[in-house]
């Protein structure tokens, strides 16, 4: 028993050590990271950097998002929630095709999360204090045996359109100190 032990122990730590570093693309940029950084980017003008970040506190929660942590001297904050994944139609389709107990192992539940940073941008030639917020909304998916299934970017342009919206009004708000 030891002996088998041992050889599995040897077989994992060979495995493992045949990783060479980082990949060689992992820092080279997607084709659609430009799109992407203008789909989840907006400027506003005027206030200070804790009347942004109250404006997007405000609308995380009246998104149903929890703040997980802020940190206003870096201008970052991150939120969550928790929703059901599940699929009635999906469930029973997969029992039909695959038979037996395969829909136990169908998507659970789910986090979304925000992450929010914050940055002042200096305008030329301008007095007005400008900020670019950059909000990306991600999700992981747990499987009925609690197991991570996907950890996904939501690249919803509707999703991004209604946050920044909403926020708009906020900052509006927040300058009046309405």
């Given amino acids: 028993m030891r002996i088998i032990s041992t050889a599995l122990l040897l077989s994992c730590l060979a495995i493992v050590g045949c990783q060479h570093g980082i990949p060689q693309d992992a820092l080279v940029l997607q084709p659609d990271s430009m799109e992407r950084r203008q789909l989840e980017s ?46 009635a139609g999906s469930r029973f389709m997969v029992a039909l095709l695959v038979g037996g107990n395969a829909a136990n192992s169908m998507d659970k539940s789910q986090k979304i999360r925000l992450c929010i940073v914050v940055k002042p941008v200096k305008a030329a030639g301008s007095e007005t204090a400008e900020w670019v917020v950059r909000a990306t909304f991600q999700r992981m998916v747990w499987n009925s045996y609690g197991q991570l299934n996907r950890l996904e970017g939501l690249k919803d342009p509707e999703l991004y359109t209604q946050f920044f919206e909403k926020l708009s009004k906020s900052v509006f708000l927040e300058a009046q100190k309405i």
Wanted: aromatic share 4%; proline share 0%.
């Fill in 42 to 87: 907006r400027r506003f003008a005027g206030g200070n950097e804790g009347d942004i970040l109250s404006a997007c506190s405000g609308v995380a929660q009246d998104m149903g998002f929890t703040i997980d942590e802020s940190e206003t001297k870096l201008g970052v904050m991150v939120c969550s929630k928790n929703r059901e994944a599940s699929d």
